[in-house]
């Protein structure tokens, strides 16, 4: 049965010129566009690891797809490449906290100077643009800085895309640098629509987490890496190691399901008349806790999980300087207002941070405590 858009409209088949789209969240929207969709993708990535399994010739997509090996920064075919394609996704970035301020010169060419091209092209070539912002952008909450009886007030502390400040610490809190560099490339684009008519829609991603989130430690990546906190702590686990607490984990955030999240993308794509010239948050403001009770949370699924006892997992209290280094600094809330992508797309959220965490660390077990199971019964030398 054709697929139809939110107007009941027969949804044309695109393509699509998904820069990043070996990562994270492009691994997980191209799974998507080739199961469901008879959209095309051309993936651009220095990697191409989390897509292997969707790139081989036996495939029923195989002629859907295609893989380009390339560096943004420094090669002359992307023009090409966004002007045969309808529509560019630009998800390439450096996106790790531990990099904001130990590579903060690669984290700003990264999320800003190196997305200029790409919204040239796209302007010059009159192409549509989704670009990968991040709700980083907002920084701190007003709340944060009034005494405790206002933080109460929401206010004080949601995050709406059209009102909300945008609040970053000093220059010497370089975790700001990729915050920054990001609202600079979100205002470029805005610029870009605002003189010359760029179709664009930017999407602000509050904490999506799923399977294939960045890598563990040792593993499919360095042994001395820090990637984000779900693979953080699903590497403590799978280890046995106590899971650190940066600053008391006294920091809150709103996790969203990958599956979630990428429903929302597919209606981006699909209603570009609807999703043209917005900016949307995509979380869901449901699932807060602080990052202590994610620990203790995901300690109690592991255990389910790995059918472990829970009393042999735990947490420790560390610094954010003996663990970022200096010059860290921290979001203390994030809670996305809904308004403009209820009101745009109709997209809501459906899954709970227990489910989430269930199938995240369900997937987290059985793809990794092999390995490291024979990583821990090798002599240490
Ligand atoms: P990711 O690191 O898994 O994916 C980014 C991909 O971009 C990687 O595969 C990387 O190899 C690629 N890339 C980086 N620089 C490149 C270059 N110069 N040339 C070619 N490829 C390059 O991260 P992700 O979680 O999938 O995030 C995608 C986007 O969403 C990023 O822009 C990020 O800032 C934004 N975002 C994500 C989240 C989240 O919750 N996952 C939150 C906020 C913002
Ligand atoms: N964090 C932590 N322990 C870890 C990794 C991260 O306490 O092992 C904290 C980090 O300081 C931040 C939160 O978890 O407060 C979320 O970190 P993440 O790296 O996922 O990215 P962020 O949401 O800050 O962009």
Redesign the pocket.
């Known amino acids: 049965m054709a697929r139809v858009n939110l107007d009941g409209n027969p949804i044309p088949p695109v393509s699509i010129c998904m ?2 789209g ?5 691994s997980h929207l191209c799974e998507k566009l080739m199961s469901e969709t008879s959209h095309k993708a051309i993936v ?4 191409s690891d989390k897509i292997n399994h969707l790139l081989h010739n036996s495939l029923p997509w195989a002629n859907r797809i295609e893989f380009h090996h ?4 420094n090669d002359s075919r992307l023009e090409t490449l966004i002007k045969t394609c309808d529509l560019t996704i630009n ?6 906290p531990a990099d904001y301020n130990t590579r903060p010169l690669d984290t700003i060419f ?2 800003f100077i ?1 997305a200029i091209p790409v919204i040239k092209f796209c302007t010059e070539n009159n192409k549509r643009l989704i670009h ?5 952008v907002f920084g701190k909450t007003i709340g944060s800085f009034l005494p405790e009886e206002y933080r109460k007030d929401p206010q004080y502390y949601v995050l709406k895309e059209d009102v909300s400040p945008c609040i970053f610490g000093p220059v010497e809190k370089q975790r700001w640098s990729y915050a920054c560099a ?1 609202q600079m490339t979100d205002r470029l684009i805005y610029a870009e629509h605002a003189e010359n008519g760029l179709k664009f829609t930017i999407v602000r ?5 799923g399977p294939r ?2 890598f563990i430690p040792g593993v499919d990546g360095p042994s001395d890496g820090v990637p984000r906190v779900l693979a953080c702590f699903s590497n403590n686990l799978l280890r046995g190691e106590p899971l650190k607490l940066v600053d008391s984990g006294h920091s809150q955030r709103t996790f969203l399901y990958i599956n979630d999240a990428i429903e929302a993308v597919m209606l981006m794509i699909d209603n570009p008349d609807r999703a043209n010239g917005h900016i949307f948050n995509v979380g869901n403001p449901d699932n807060e806790v602080s990052v202590k009770e994610l620990a203790e949370l995901m300690i109690q699924v592991y255990a389910k999980v790995a059918d472990v006892p829970a009393s042999s997992l735990s947490t420790l209290d560390v610094s954010s300087e003996e663990f970022y280094g200096k010059g860290y600094d921290d979001s203390d809330r994030r809670i996305p207002d809904m308004t403009i992508i209820t009101r745009q797309l109709g997209w809501k959220p459906s899954t709970s941070l227990d489910e989430l965490l269930d199938s995240t660390l369900q997937y987290q077990h059985q793809t990794y405590s092999h390995a490291i199971k024979t990583e821990l019964s090798k002599p240490s030398t």
């Open positions: 820069i990043g070996g990562g994270f969240i492009g651009i990535d220095v990697s390339m560096n943004i920064k998800l390439a970035a450096i996106c790790t990264s999320n190196d990968f912002s991040t709700c980083e990001k991603p509050y904490n999506w987490i989130m960045d």
